[in-house]
Every structure is written in C-alpha cells, then in structure tokens.
C-alpha cells in the first residue's frame, strides 16, 4: 500500500466535494476552508456521533450554545487579552511575519534570502478583533472567541439555576472559534476558522483525580465508535514546560496524521481557575452550594477539548487506502466507519432499459427514509463501484433483471468487495445489522 500523504488527502477532497479552499476563485484565503456536499456530511456526523456520546450516553451533561461574540472583559479574565499571543519577527526586507520559534532568526529571511532583515521579536496576539455597534474606538472593541470554553464558564451559575443538575455535571458544546494564526497550515489541522467540541465537567475539588481518569477513558474510547485505528491513536502527556501555569494535568489524545503525531484532543484538568477568574473579574459569586455536603465551594473543572475540523482530517486520513487488487489494478477507497460515511447507501441500476432504472429510482427513494443514499445510472457498473468506493461508501446495491422477477438485489460491501444476493425487503435489516458488527480489517 502506497504511503497516505496529505497531498493525496488535499487532492481527492477537492476532487470528490469533501473541503475547498475558501474563496478560490479569487485566490483563496489563507487558513479558511469550505466543506462541500461530502464534506459537510462527514463533519456533521462526527459532530452527531460526538453529541450523542457525549449528552445521550453519559447522563448528567447538558448542552449549551453560546455566542461567538462576548463581552470583551471575558477575555481579560481568561488570560487571553495579557498572554494568547505567539513572538514575532518580521522581514523588513519582504515583509513576511514568522513565529520566532519556527525559524532562525540569526539566519536569512527564508522567503526573501535577505540577511539580517528581521525585526525584534514582538507579541502578536491570536485573537481577531472587531468592533461593535457605530464607534469604533477602543470601547467598541470585542473579539471573535478563540476557544469554546468561556461561554460554559460564564453560563455555569445559569444552568446550576435553570435545570436540575448536580455537581458533578458537565456542559457540552460545539461551535466554531477563531485564531489569527500567522502560519496556517497542513491542510484543515491548523486553520484560522475551526470548529471544537468541548465538555467542561464541573466536580468537587478532591474528586478531580479521579474524573480526570474516568475522562480519559471515555474520550480515549470513543475514538474506536467512529472506526479509528487504534494503532494511530497515543496519549502525550504535558511536561511542565508545556503545562498551564493553574493546570494540575493535562493529556493530549494524539493521532499519527501523514505529517506525524499531532495533537487531536486535550483531557486537562483546569482546577477552580476558570470560575475563580471569572468571579474576579465580575465581582459575581460563582460558588456552588453543594446540597449533598452543605458545602459552599468553587468546583473543579475537568475538560476535554476536540477540535471537530482536525476529526475530520483525521477521518479522512485513517480512511484512506490505494489498494493493490489481486487483478493487478489499484483502487481508493475511504474506509470510514457506517456512523461517519456520508453516504451509506448507493443504489445502482444495472443497465438504463426495461424499467431497470426506474426500479432502481424507486428502491432508492424508499429507503432514504433509513439512510443516506446516492443514485447512480451511468457508466459501467465497475467503475460506479470505485466512484462509491473512493468516497467511503460502505454499500451498493444493484437492481438488475432478476430484480424484475423475484425482488432480490445484489449487495456489494465495500471492504471486503463481496457481493451477496438479498431480497429487496431485507435491505434496511441487513445494512443495520452489518453497520452494528462493522469492524475494519486493518492491513
Ligand atoms: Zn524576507
């Protein structure tokens, strides 16, 4: 098998409709991306999977929505306005901008050649900011979030008060957050837009230990739910010089992406930090009254932090196999897991005549109702397999002449490229059935 290279994974996404570089047509925007018709399916589903893991199988989560803009004194209480910023030199010669700690700076300029044009290293803060309302002075000023979380930590006293959850809870949610990151790269995994899936899990101080253990498994295991290879999943544990000053631990779920291992996810105990800084800040007790313990304390928080855009490239990335067929020829094939595929079903007439298509249309219309499906008539049936095969879509089914007579259909697996002959009305169970045992063969 051919080395999966992100040249590849960046190829077949613009090819089959899974991402495009954002406003191409007039040059493309550094850093911003578009999911197109399969791609947004893919993330969709990822996030649906997530939802689910994390708000219908663990009981005691809610969900939240917050806004992206927020009051501009949530940033100061976060430590973002004072230190979310990465040094900086630019080129006086050519004008570029490095992350001192991406370059030598003693070196030439690496766009230019020009030597000892580098300006001092100065903090260049991540955030984007913008202004709201008619003035735009510096009481106007707001930012675009660049992380989920503060939107959980201010709405905490309002959720303890709304809904009947008890420490410990969690809250969920996802959303999109921005970073000015000055070198964006490897595709979607470091972009300036990006999309994350967060669960702040707020438990009594002594008790962090433990959920922080418990978290790690669970978000550790959810992985193998949407079908990814365990041999490409690690955890990195922070050393101190890249621990949160107010972290008492934090661990990264890492996947070994075509470029290398890359942070995927982070399980970081947070302390009382947060709801402490915000108390600060607003002058507005964030305590909890523990009922159980009659306790007043600030609870510990216990995060986990996914970003949903690197999921996808991850999906895409494990999925992905040139593979050598015993006929000598090669095919793509994604093999994401039946919960992430964006299409589960296709459903091919064999040939166009003699009603063939329009049972097929019909069989097609029927189960959409059940799964995501695609019809395709045209083309040789072999190479509509390969068209299916290269966007990870798990089944096919074909309606031939025989399907006229007795209402059977032959069903074609993906992985395994097995055929087997089904009755018509078998389909939805057999599909559901397969999708429950599904287990990649790894090579
Ligand atoms: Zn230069």
Same mark, same amino acid.
């Given at each position: ?6 040249e590849?994974?960046v190829?077949l ?13 007039y ?9 197109g018709?399969?791609?947004v ?8 999977m ?9 009981e ?13 004194r949530?940033w ?30 003693e070196a030439p ?5 020009n030597k000892?044009t580098?300006?001092e ?8 900011s ?8 510096a ?10 979380a ?10 303890v ?10 809250i ?5 957050a ?14 300036v837009e ?24 669970q978000?550790?295991a959810?992985?193998e ?22 972290a008492?631990?934090?661990y ?9 291992? %890359?942070? $995927? @996810? ?6 009382? &930090?947060?709801?402490k800084?915000? +108390?600060?800040?607003?002058?507005? #007790? ?6 159980v313990s ?8 216990v995060e ?13 990335s494990?999925a ?26 296709a ?5 166009k ?9 019909e ?5 959409r ?8 008539v045209?083309g ?10 290269e ?6 089914i074909?309606?031939?002449? %025989?399907? $006229? @007579?007795?209402?059977s259909?032959?069903?074609? &697996?993906?992985?395994?490229?097995? +055929?087997?002959?089904?009755?018509? #009305? ?7 059935e ?10």
């Amino acid at each position: 098998m051919a080395d999966v290279t992100l040249e590849k994974i960046v190829s077949l996404s613009k090819r089959r409709g899974f991402i495009f570089q954002s406003s191409e047509i007039y040059g493309g925007l550094n850093g911003a991306y578009d999911y197109g018709p399969l791609g947004v399916r893919l993330k969709n589903n990822i996030r649906d999977m997530w939802w689910k893991e994390m708000t219908q199988i663990h009981e005691d989560i809610v969900g939240l929505d917050a806004s992206i803009l927020m009051h501009p004194r949530v940033w100061e209480a976060s430590g973002h306005v004072a230190n979310f910023s990465d040094p900086m030199v630019d080129c006086k010669s050519c004008k570029s901008r490095f992350r001192t700690d991406q370059i030598d700076i003693e070196a030439p300029c690496p766009v230019c050649g020009n030597k000892n044009t580098f300006t001092e290293p100065r903090n260049f803060n991540l955030m984007f900011s913008t202004h709201i309302g008619a003035a735009s002075d510096a009481s106007s000023l707001i930012y675009l979030r660049p992380e989920t979380a503060q939107g959980i930590y201010t709405e905490f006293k309002n959720v303890v008060a709304s809904s009947r959850v008890k420490v410990p809870f969690g809250i969920a949610q996802v959303g999109k957050a921005f970073r000015n990151e000055i070198t964006t790269k490897h595709f979607i995994f470091r972009s300036v837009e990006f999309e994350q899936m967060e669960m702040q899990w707020f438990c009594a101080p002594g008790t962090d230990e433990e959920w922080f253990d418990y978290w790690k498994a669970q978000r550790f295991a959810f992985y193998e739910k949407i079908g990814i290879r365990k041999s490409h999943l690690r955890w990195h544990q922070h050393g101190s010089d890249e621990l949160a000053f107010y972290a008492k631990d934090a661990y990264d779920i890492q996947y070994l992406f075509p470029m290398g291992w %890359q942070e $995927l @996810e982070g399980v970081h105990n947070r302390t009382d &930090y947060d709801l402490k800084q915000h +108390q600060e800040f607003s002058g507005k #007790d964030q305590t909890y009254l523990d009922p159980v313990s009659n306790e007043r304390y600030l609870p510990y928080v216990v995060e986990t932090s996914a970003g949903l855009t690197r999921n996808v490239l991850m999906a895409l990335s494990d999925a992905y196999e040139e593979e050598l067929l015993d006929d000598g020829e090669t095919r793509t094939v994604l093999h994401f897991h039946p919960n992430i595929a964006p299409i589960m079903v296709a459903v091919l007439p064999l040939v166009k005549k003699d009603g063939i298509a329009e049972a097929a249309k019909e069989l097609e219309t029927s189960l959409r109702e059940e799964f995501t499906t695609f019809f395709d008539v045209s083309g040789a049936i072999g190479r509509r397999y390969r068209r299916m095969d290269e966007i990870g879509t798990p089944y096919c089914i074909t309606v031939d002449y %025989q399907s $006229l @007579e007795d209402k059977s259909v032959t069903l074609r &697996y993906r992985d395994s490229m097995e +055929q087997v002959r089904i009755k018509m #009305d078998e389909i939805v169970s057999v599909i559901k059935e397969a999708n429950k045992n599904y287990k990649r063969v790894e090579k």
